[in-house]
């Protein structure tokens, strides 16, 4: 930023500089400084449109990248709440996840009302009959976990994998666990990666300022992460406007 000011800066200034020269300087030095005084403010020119576009293809880039690693984290999410609906915990191992969408099945069950005989009551009342009401929970069939998630698409195989890192085996960090809230266990789960992996070709100190965003429209912190270790959470750290489609 203070780079930026200076450059605005100097360019006025250098502008100043040769009207005074121009007109209160001898004639025979004019040619010379004025044409030192020309270079530096093309070049100070030409910095100043480098800096701001420079930012400007580093966000093009950003987003871009991001749009489709928040993508894959999306579809991380979607399995772990399908293995915690299932298994009743999240799960921490990626090969044991993708086993399980692949293999898994959610089970349609029906819920319906009805009484039956209230023995104790009845016993109690001298044989009146009395009823109490229950529920009934009818299993109706099974759909697989995969086919319910995404269909054809097979893309759950690698959506452990984090797009555009430098290393094609790169990654998410894949947590999970307990958090006890009020002496009860309550499953959460964190995948995450650093903005660095997924920007690693970029200017770095366009990566360094980004990791420091605190703002209700970029990514806080120097992560890019879906759910919490730390909280009840399942919801990723970017703004609506990276996540239109849900």
Same mark, same amino acid.
């Given at each position: ?63 871009? =990248? %991001?749009?489709? @690693? ?10 772990? &709440?399908?293995?915690?609906? /299932? $298994? ?35 016993? =109690? %009342?001298?044989? @009146? ?10 299993? &109706?069939?099974?759909?697989? /976990? $995969? ?51 997924? &920007? ?47």
């Amino acid at each position: 930023m203070m780079m930026k000011i200076l450059l605005f800066l100097s360019i006025p200034i250098a502008i100043g500089i040769v009207i005074y020269i121009r007109t209160y300087m001898q004639d025979k030095h004019k040619p010379y400084v004025l044409g030192v005084l020309w270079f530096f403010i093309l070049i100070f020119s030409y910095l100043l449109f480098s800096s701001i576009n420079s930012e400007i293809k580093f966000d093009q880039i950003k987003n871009d =990248r %991001y749009q489709l @690693v928040i993508k894959n984290l999306k579809d991380i999410r979607d399995s772990q &709440l399908a293995h915690r609906n /299932v $298994k009743g915990i999240f799960q921490n191992n990626w090969d044991s996840l993708v086993k399980f969408v692949e293999v898994d099945s959610f089970t349609i069950t029906q819920r319906r009302d009805s009484s039956v005989l209230d023995k104790e009551m009845t016993k =109690r %009342y001298g044989g @009146v009959k009395t009823y109490k009401d229950i529920v009934i929970v009818d299993t &109706l069939g099974f759909v697989s /976990v $995969k086919d319910s998630l995404f269909g054809f698409d097979n893309r759950y195989e690698n959506m452990m994998f984090v797009p555009f890192s430098e290393d094609k085996d790169s990654k998410f960090d894949l947590n999970a666990g307990f958090l006890n809230q009020n002496g009860i266990n309550i499953p959460v789960f964190e995948a995450k990666v650093k903005k660095r992996v997924i &920007l690693y070709d970029q200017a770095i100190n366009l990566v360094l300022k980004e990791n420091q965003v605190q703002s209700v429209d970029g990514v806080n912190g120097s992560f890019l992460k879906i759910g919490s270790m730390s909280e009840v959470n399942t919801n990723g750290n970017w703004p609506k406007n990276y996540s239109k489609d849900k």
